[in-house]
């Protein structure tokens, strides 16, 4: 018998409010069907309104977590378009926050999973070293988010010097604790047999879907925008690419944690070679033409699309973040796991916590699910894997 | 890895479609101009034969009709190809995407309901952002509806 189990509209696990209907058969999913559009705020729309500067500022508020990745390829689409090469210093004041911010993204995914499998130590550890990131975003630019750096030909601010210090020890602090955290989270049975072979995403279905950034790469789908279409400094410095080919939450999970190390390793050599100078150039008019920006975002390839007509503001803007392309992944990647696990692999893609309160399941006009009970369901699993090795 | 835009692929595709327009717009960036009937062959042609990926379409309502544009990437030479294609706004119909690509099934439901677009073939072309109570004939992207609604901004304020 089928029965209907509706996750949102606001989901548990993501960050955007989003509407999952999972069609369950007993305990397994056999289909999903996803809703969205809560949070349409017409940016597209807004955008032609407002002058090319503005638009830096309004695409900023896209998005919480990952705030500078919509502005970062907003500006390197207007460069395209106007043919500007911001200045060394600018491409590696860029790079370095948007590193840092792949980071601070990456610990917070890593935090909530730990929290939706039952490891509260995981979640608590994990976000303790991501807070002192936030303080160096406040060093640096004033604001713990939404750090307002990017700008059309250049960055707003500058990396001081004396600050350099301050973010190396940071970094010293973080490569030592990110080791320990991998070791810890790798080497631990219980959490490998509850994120093994859970949520798979094949390649072929990787590539149909366009899936992107640690979604795809944990598919065994190399793309990486820093690598296939370097930009500002990605060049410049020596990293590696991370991906896996399993395709299940494990594999992800892996994606994000080593990628921390190479984020670590840019933003090292970054402040190391970074060359002095002027990090900002006057940009005066966009020529009619198009331009397009693409930047690797935490969760994959932000693109932006823009259109000039030689006037001050937009004809035309067009925004793809990654979710957009990885949400869809989710009907192929669920398909055929429990409810206990479907709330993890829903939030493999990408995940928030702040609206678990909201999620209900109705029988017959009843309520039978909270999300503390899909919480529960899930930490239920991870309590039956750890019963079992113990013995 | 090869960087930046292959002669090679571009020379394949004026064979393959001859009557394409190529503008090469900077070493990352093409822009291909195609007529509506042969975007289904030509979006089948890069996706299966030279393994490119739709990373999203974009709608534009412009004097001459509205265009769509196809960004695909070329990952292993980090190239977008943007294959172009103007619709009259008369006939708003287009063949579409979806079967052969699941990544395009959103993407195509979008332009739907932001620009009126019709595309034929789509398996569940139903408003994917706009609210359920949003009519059907009001498309937000249409220059005519940015005319009509210009004060938006003043009638927010109390």
Known sequence: MRRIVPIGP????QEEPEFFKLIVEGEKVVDLEINIGYNHRGHEFISPTLTWDQVTFLVERICGICSDSHPYAYVLAVEDCAHVEPPPRAQYIRTIIGELERIHSHYLWLGLAGHFIGYNTVWMWVWRYREPLLDIFELIMGN??????NKIGGARRDILPEDYPKIEKYLDLLEKKNAMFTKAILDDPVIKARLEDVGVLTKEDAIAYGVLGPTARGSGYAIDVRKDDPYDAYDKVDWDMVFFEEGDV???AKVRLIECDESIKIVRQCLKTMPDGPFETRVDDIPPGEGIGRHEAPRGEVFHYVR?????????HKVRAPSFMNIVSNIVAVRGYSIADAALV?????????CTERTLVYEGGKKRYTGQDLLK???EKTEKIRRRYRR | MKKGYSKKILEEISAKFPEVSVKIHSPRRTYIRISREKVYDFAKYLFEEKGFRLSIATGIDTRDGVEIIYHFSHDEAGTYYNIKTVIPKDDLKIRSLALLLPAANWIEREMHELLGIDFIGHPNLIPLLTAETWPADLHPLRRDYANE??????KKKP
């Open chain 1, 308 to 316: 000039s007509d030689g006037s001050n503001m937009p004809v035309r």
């Open chain 1, 144 to 149: 713990r988010n939404h750090y307002a750096i």
């Open chain 2, 149 to 154: 609604h210009k004060d938006i901004k003043t």
């Open chain 1, 346 to 354: 829903l939030a493999a893609v990408d995940p928030c916590y702040c």
């Open chain 1, 377 to 379: 369901l899930s930490w």
């Open chain 1, 10 to 13: 606001y989901h548990p696990l």
């Open chain 1, 250 to 252: 494990l594999a992800k």
